[in-house]
């Protein structure tokens, strides 16, 4: 390395023992495109002699190749590591340093600064503790200037350096640092951000990064550097109440039983009363335990096992609070979603979402409002597509604790997963609970689905018809009908375009719309399943997952997947209404089979292949498989 701690070579155990008793700072450096971001990091490793000699080496080569300095080094190549960044000059992936001084460690997440790359924003921003907000001292206050401020304040960081940078290209001017100074308090005082500390430099020439600049004479507070030193975060979080988030239950012998996990939050001592969510059970703390032996207290960002002084149920996902200040409980929420993949958020499917250490299952309604992250305007929208934020009412399947996520990041972000692809599409902050959440309570009837189901001397079922449009669905659930209410069951069939002149007229056929087609018809559907009878429906229902939904609203064994399987070229010869050659010619868009996926079923419980069957040996199937259930247990 170009410069090394002495101690590494005299006494490497105090040497790692300093290092480990360092506090920890993560901070992101965001702004404007070409503000310096990746610079000023540079500046950061280069003054903190954490260059390696070949690294310098290295960075003196490719300063000379792709930089942008002449023949000074470019240390924004320390950390601009793709070739397309180098090529364009700009940070495009998130990038993650670290370094120390003598008194604090840090690790820097370097944040692109274009619109398209919101989502790299968001990522590295999520784990920060402060943020670095560059401003180009000849620009002043830019778009993305505001749009990092409010994604900043959106996701709970309180602490805000203003660095105005390239202050030497105007000549070091104390009036334009202080009209910049005034413009953004301004500004951020309207986003809720009271904490800003603004400091004038030059990450080029090093001007207030490590040392007071001579340049300028009339700027008499700290350096970056030092205020990032000293600046106090750990309050912030030991002064809220007391969090644990069980992430294992710790059972090395039958005589130990404790529950370790990370403490987001508070301070908690031997014989401090906590509640356990989401049962509810209380008791007392015990013992704090560590690998290093018994702590008299933990306090936020330590990873402990607690010992509780009586058997309480308590598993992995749970909270362990302080009795007098729980977090609430609540399965229905209003949120803000920032949605991270390119397929859009189909409002109504089924996510799993993943809040602290327990992952639920999760739904979306329609966007409340989209919020345009350049003029901070409130708009209309029907879903959210990539790198675009919106308010959103969320569902969880389960009562989950929760804080607000303004009071605690942990339990009030969530990420949000696709249920297939496992990929993370998105990410949730908590608002509040929704009073129905409350509110609301299931009604418990006296006559049920048994009751109802023995009056009609048959067993409910969901016989979900599925496949392109003239596949032949129709056509087969309503000879399935017939043959079954001759033989005198109860039965109703519900068929997509039907629904479309009534229940679901009001909806179109994009992505999102379709999920809510489904939904709506799969609810009802539910519902007369449990007025007791044979409910058939007839949908093209493109989407695994909205089928899988649909199956899980009734109990096992009564969801029949029937998927008409028809090969498209079959099925557009028939083409009974046209639309195919409406969807060929560009008048039909979003069209199943032709601009529009359909994800066939991949285990149903028939499958009726059209080609090789003829309409009645399909019903006698489907009758035959439909009669030989057993019995409704009476």
């Given at each position: 390395m170009a410069h090394a701690d002495s101690r590494i070579a005299s006494d490497?155990?105090?040497?790692?023992?300093?290092?480990q008793e360092k506090s920890l700072l993560r901070f992101i450096t965001c702004g404007s495109v070409d503000d310096g971001k990746s610079t000023l990091i540079g500046r950061f490793l280069y003054e903190s002699k954490l260059v390696f000699e070949d690294q310098l080496a290295a960075l003196e080569s490719d300063s000379k190749k792709d930089g942008t300095q002449g023949d000074d080094l470019d240390l924004a190549l320390l950390v601009d590591g793709l070739a397309a960044e180098r090529e364009q000059g700009i940070t495009i992936d998130v990038a993650y340093r670290y370094f120390s001084t003598e008194r604090r460690k840090f690790v820097v997440a370097d944040t692109p600064g274009h619109e398209q790359y919101t989502r790299n924003m968001v990522t590295g921003a999520s784990t920060a503790d402060l943020a670095v907000i560059l401003i180009d001292a000849r620009k002043g206050l830019l778009t993305q200037t505001r749009r990092h401020s409010y994604l900043?304040?959106?996701?709970?960081?309180?602490?805000?350096?203003?660095?105005?940078?390239?202050?030497?290209?105007?000549?070091?001017?104390?009036?334009?640092?202080e009209r910049i100074d005034a413009e953004y308090r301004t500004f951020a005082a309207e986003l809720g951000l009271s904490d800003v500390v603004s400091i004038p430099l030059s990450a080029l020439r090093g001007d207030n990064i490590t040392q007071s600049s001579p340049n300028t004479p009339w700027y008499s507070g700290p350096t970056l550097v030092e205020h990032l030193e000293t600046v106090d975060i750990d309050d912030d979080r030991a002064g809220e109440p007391f969090r644990l988030i069980v992430q294992w239950v710790n059972r090395p012998h039958p005589d130990f039983r404790g529950f370790s996990g990370l403490i987001p939050s508070g301070v908690i001592r031997p014989g401090d009363r906590v509640r356990i969510l989401p049962s509810g059970a209380e008791s007392s703390v015990a013992r704090i335990v560590t690998y290093d032996g018994d702590l008299p207290e933990a306090t936020a960002g330590q990873s402990v096992t607690l010992v509780l002084t009586d058997e309480v149920d308590v598993s992995r996902g749970d909270i362990i609070a302080a009795a007098d200040t729980p977090p609430a409980i609540a399965d229905q929420f209003e949120a803000h979603i920032v949605w991270m993949s390119e397929d859009e958020l189909l409002p109504g499917r089924r996510y799993l979402a993943k809040i602290g250490a327990r992952t639920v299952g999760m739904a979306a309604d329609h966007p409340k409002y989209q919020v345009n992250v350049n003029t901070l305007e409130h708009t209309a929208a029907r879903t959210l597509g990539l790198n675009q934020i919106g308010v959103c009412t969320v569902h969880f399947d389960q009562m989950t604790p929760f804080d607000s996520y303004q009071d605690n990041r942990d339990l009030g972000g969530f990420v949000i997963i696709d249920r297939l692809t496992n990929a993370t599409v998105g990410v949730g902050l908590l608002h509040f609970a929704l009073r129905r959440a409350d509110n609301v309570h299931w009604q418990t009837l006296e006559v049920d689905k048994a009751a109802r189901a023995t009056l009609k001397q048959q067993r409910p079922a969901v016989v979900w018809?599925?496949?392109?449009?003239?596949?032949?669905?129709?056509?087969?659930?309503?000879?399935?009908e017939r043959r079954l209410h001759a033989l005198g069951h109860h039965t109703y069939l519900l068929d997509g375009d039907n629904l479309r002149h009534g229940l679901n007229r009001d909806l179109g056929f994009t992505p999102a719309d379709r999920v809510e087609n489904v939904r709506r018809s799969a609810e009802v559907a539910a519902l007369m399943a449990d007025s007791g009878l044979i409910t058939l429906v007839s949908l093209i229902s493109p989407y695994r997952e909205e089928r899988r939904m649909a199956r899980d609203l009734v109990e096992d064994g009564e969801f029949v997947e029937v998927f008409v399987d028809t090969p498209l070229e079959v099925a557009e010869a028939r083409d009974p209404k046209g639309l195919y050659a409406k969807a060929r010619r560009g008048d039909l868009p979003n069209f199943t089979g032709i601009d529009s996926p359909y994800e066939p079923p991949e285990?149903?419980?028939?499958?009726?292949?059209?080609?090789?069957?003829?309409?009645?040996?399909?019903?006698?199937?489907?009758?035959?498989y439909l009669l030989n259930r057993p019995a409704w247990p009476r």
């Open positions: 490497i155990e105090s040497y790692l023992t300093a290092q900043v304040s959106l996701l709970g960081i309180r602490h805000i350096v203003l660095a105005v940078n390239k202050l030497d290209l105007v000549d070091y001017s104390r009036e334009v640092f018809f599925t496949g392109l449009s003239g596949a032949g669905k129709s056509t087969i659930a309503n000879e399935v285990e149903p419980e028939l499958h009726i292949r059209t080609s090789e069957t003829t309409t009645e040996q399909a019903v006698e199937r489907i009758v035959a």
